[in-house]
């Protein structure tokens, strides 16, 4: 039984950490960061930092509050129970609109092979529902299992961006393209903030295998050892592979595109390997919306069993599956994307996006604060809560106020809950 509580090792710790984080904001996001230029290579820089802190922030923190058990319940017994079921709550908001999402990003490959499904607005977004169902119906199959599809579609999302990072290699050896002037101080760092915000959206899930805690073996090591390495693989990654997709393609053409690494390698191989590589970045984005799938009932089961939700989110099927927080959740994913069926694809994934980031937003800010009051990770902490105050300011009203207004409807159901035990009694 052990085996199927706890079933993810290292590797597939790691993976779902890396198939988290790849999978739907990098095969789009070329497409947003376009117009800022070189302003996009800092804002890379100064997100792929800011989140190496909160995830080394994360790990200090649990080490320091052992009778916690995930990123969540160390948030809120680091700082009490209240701010712990608001933080909580706000992630399972960002984990729903994440889908929504990811199951865009996807779409918008899928297409590629069948343009009938985003014929209309309507389509594009029926075709998105369908695939979050098909994957929110595999993982009530079981963690097990949602677990061997993770490292699956890991292996198999790396390719697409093997193959731009080869074809990058090849540009800069020939001598065949030229990258676009350097610009002035001033020019290079306008419209920062909004390219930060942008760039730490294809980030967020670092902290995904804190989050499942329940479902890792030997948590102590192994989580903070998949956090931190695959955190920093997957940064680098992005940073060549979007700088390089922006900087070598004319701007119009890529904003023109729904599927930006397709048209890359169209331009600079070939048609035939352009369709394997929008094969493989629709598959790499179905591994991620997996992942986020697991995370939508991993997060509110963990709150319930620790007293700060109603039972209810408790309920698990044979296989200890939420299936009523599964259906509940993706419901409200599947609302998001047709609540935006008017707008094109990459309209609703960049609202979605922004949703999701702030929702996440939360509980960095709350790791962060929590590390700073137990002085652990001080450094790190006091880098990481400015760079989340940044970010959040940068998503616009519309989407922060959202994302707040949607946290504060869990408070209700912290109230309502019975039978309830404080977090710092609960088993590690």
Known sequence: ?????????????????????IGSGIFLLPISIAPFGWTGVIGWIISITGVLCIAYTL?????????????????????GPVPGVLVGWSYWVGCWAANAAIAIAATSYIVVFVPALNATPLAGALTSVTLIWLLTLLNMRGAKAAGQFQVVTTALKLLPLIVVIGILAALAYGGSTRLPPLPGIGTAFSGLTAVVTLTLFPLLGFE???????????????????TMLGTAVVGLIYLIVCTGIVATLP?????????????????????????????????????????FVLLQGETPLAMARAGLLP?????????????????LSSVLSSLLVLSNASKSLSGVFEFAALV???????????????????????PFAAIGLPFTAWAMWGAGVEAAGLAFVLMLTGLPLYWRRSGHRPLAEQPA
């Open 311 to 327: 039972g209810w989110f408790a309920g698990v099927n044979r296989r200890d599956v939420p299936v009523g927080v599964h259906i």
């Open 251 to 291: 701007m119009a053409a890529l904003q023109a595109s729904a599927a930006p690494f397709q048209l890359f390698v169209e331009t600079y191989w070939g048609r035939g390997p352009a369709l394997a590589v929008a094969a493989f970045a629709a598959i790499a984005a179905i591994g991620a919306l997996n992942a």
């Open 59 to 79: 790990g200090r923190l649990s080490d320091a509050t052992p009778e916690a058990s995930g990123a969540i319940a160390v948030a809120g017994a680091a700082l």
């Open 208 to 226: 995904c295998a804190s989050i499942a805690a329940g479902r890792v073996h030997n948590p102590g090591s192994t989580i903070m050892r998949a």
């Open 356 to 378: 999701t980031t702030c929702s996440s937003l939360w509980l960095y800010v709350a790791i962060c604060l929590g590390a700073l009051f137990k002085r652990v990770a001080v």
């Open 1 to 21: 039984m052990t085996t199927e509580i706890r079933p993810f090792g290292i590797w597939t710790a790691s993976a779902f950490v890396v198939g988290s984080m």
